[in-house]
């Protein structure tokens, strides 16, 4: 079913999803779809709360600012890729409450997940211990999203990398100790 919806919306984006469609596209009745979730805004939350349920682990460079850059150029691939499954999620969570609370609940895990970068930082000797390594990986992403998400500007090849350095920089001074 969570396959159905993922194409539905891959295809056609979060207005033309529906109910129906997703039952169509998932060849089963209706009712069995209102039934489990009674409206797209439960179908969305589940499907977040599977994508949060998958293992995943950021690239290991060697160097805190690969492993930025490399998190970033993900991002930013997930954002480009048509169609990109990443927008529409972030488009739904914005029209269903019950998306946007599994949304949150997604970005929370992933960022947990990325936190691995800033320990192997710490263990290289790269960061002090008392960096925060949300405020960090937060200003390690924020750029890309501001500029995929907000300003719908063209990715740049190198906006990744320069908001890997200008965090990492930004960390090495300080900026994000606790």
Same mark, same amino acid.
């Given at each position: ?11 056609? $984006?979060?207005? #033309?999803?529906?109910? @129906? =469609?997703?039952?169509? *596209?998932?060849?089963?009745? +209706?009712? &069995?779809?209102?039934? /489990?979730?009674?409206?797209?805004? $439960?179908?969305? #939350?589940?499907?977040? @709360? =599977?994508?949060?349920? *998958?293992?995943?682990?950021? +690239?290991? &460079?060697?160097?805190? /600012? ?63 211990s008392e ?5 960090l990986l ?41």
């Open positions: 079913m969570l396959d159905a919806v993922i194409a539905e919306l891959a295809e056609h $984006g979060y207005d #033309a999803l529906s109910m @129906d =469609a997703v039952a169509a *596209r998932a060849n089963v009745h +209706r009712a &069995t779809v209102y039934r /489990r979730w009674h409206d797209v805004g $439960g179908l969305l #939350a589940d499907l977040f @709360d =599977a994508a949060g349920g *998958r293992q995943w682990h950021p +690239r290991d &460079t060697g160097s805190l /600012r690969g492993d930025l850059a490399a998190l970033n150029h993900e991002i930013q691939d997930s954002f480009t890729e048509e169609p990109s499954l990443a927008m529409a999620l972030i488009a739904a969570s914005f029209r269903s409450e019950e998306a946007a609370r599994a949304l949150r609940r997604l970005w929370d895990d992933r960022y947990t997940q990325s936190e691995i970068i800033v320990e192997r930082a710490i263990g290289r000797g790269e960061l002090p960096v925060d390594a949300r405020a937060i200003a390690a992403t924020a750029p890309i999203y501001h500029h995929l998400v907000l300003l719908r500007t063209p990715p740049g090849p190198h906006l990744p990398d320069l908001a890997a350095t200008s965090a990492a920089l930004a960390a090495d001074a300080g900026a994000f100790t606790r």
